[in-house]
């Protein structure tokens, strides 16, 4: 049964046809996406019902902000498509009544994020589970932790294998840092390889080594690694210590060969000899090991820290671009800034000159979009001559942007 553009309920929640349908009521498009593809905040348009007993009430009511914890639980139990709602502009629309933290709008075609909340959540889960399993001395547990690990990498690669640009928008969290991190350098250290070319088995193992080149802070006391002063001489060698204790750690699983072992254990060596733990130079470094330092490096100094705030990307980047050479190898830097969404289309940032937050709409320029200020309703080319004094102060999240901090 179709009425007014709808497509009827079963048809609602059970998949198949199209990975996107449109259907229009009342000036607002509805579309009908794959739940990998739904954005998490966006707004439900119709009921959702269990796929067994369609009489049932529903699980989820029309109106609802869908969340990243309803998207998984949803997938959990096969329902593969929802209809969300949009307006014919592409900017989602906040239910009026529904949302008590929508001020405004969020751009929501281009504002996807590389990674799936779906998939993020599964790797963010399945990489507390390795942490977990680290701290006893189970070899078979942290072998299939590890193996669990490679199936969501896959997943990754292959979500990424035909983008043209990543944005690591919304991978980012000051919560359970360490596993976000490591998602975040997984998806750097990916489009860094695909920007250089490499083959698809070449950027699988880079991936795997992305997301264990940390995993020896797991076996670092928790309170010299979140210490809000600076580190003594002798927490500075303990923190030091995480690469070598990752590639120990690492002998666990036979998942990874010894090459996947050095490129962690050099994840923090530096192309002019003054990283450790070795002091390696140039390209004695391993290609993985030197493309995950640079990922490393831009997600550590973008992410905010109980010992610091999160510096913009556009100071990371200068920050990365003046030490080309010196600290890391300039292609891969090269290849780096050239795959980078640095302000993607949908994410907030915070102006200078007192002009408040504004909400990225395009970034034909990388470091200079084009926004819309939240406060007042007029749109800024940050490229145009008269805002050219105007800088990006840092990327806002979403829950602070929505005053729920
Ligand atoms: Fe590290």
Known sequence: MVAEGYVSKPDAVSGGGARRAEYTRGGVALDKLNIDDIMPNSVLAQDVFGQIDNTSLPLLRKGSIISAEYLYKLK??????LYVKRKIS?????????????????????????????????AVKSLRALHIVSQGSDAQATANAVNHLCDVLTKIVDGLHTSKTVNIHQLQSVDEYIYHHTLSVVVI????????????????????????????????????LNKKELLNESELQTVKRHAVTGFEYMKKSDMLTETHRQAIVLHHEKIDGTGYPLGMKGEKIPLWSRIIAVADVYDAMT?????????????AYEYIQGLAYYSFDFDIVRAFINKME?????????????????????????????????????????CDIRYLNVTIKRIVPYEEALGRK
Do not use: W
């Open 303 to 315: 992410s905010r820290r109980p010992y610091r705030d999160a510096l913009s990307p556009s100071e």
């Open 342 to 382: 640095f302000y993607p289309v949908g994410c907030i940032i915070e102006l200078s000159s007192g002009l408040g937050f504004a909400i990225v709409l395009e970034a034909l320029n990388k470091l200079r979009p084009r926004v819309k200020r939240l406060d007042v309703d007029s749109e800024i080319d940050l």
């Open 189 to 224: 250290s990916l489009a860094i390889g695909q920007g250089l070319g490499l083959g698809k088995t070449t950027l699988f193992n880079i991936a795997q080594c992305a997301l264990m080149h940390d995993v020896g802070k797991y076996l670092t006391p928790p309170e010299v």
């Open 90 to 122: 592409g900017i989602l629309l906040s239910e009026p009544g529904t949302n008590p933290h929508a001020r405004f709008s969020i751009p929501y075609e281009k504002s996807k994020s590389s990674v799936s909340p779906i998939v993020r959540k599964d």
């Open 76 to 81: 959990e139990r096969n329902i593969n498509y």
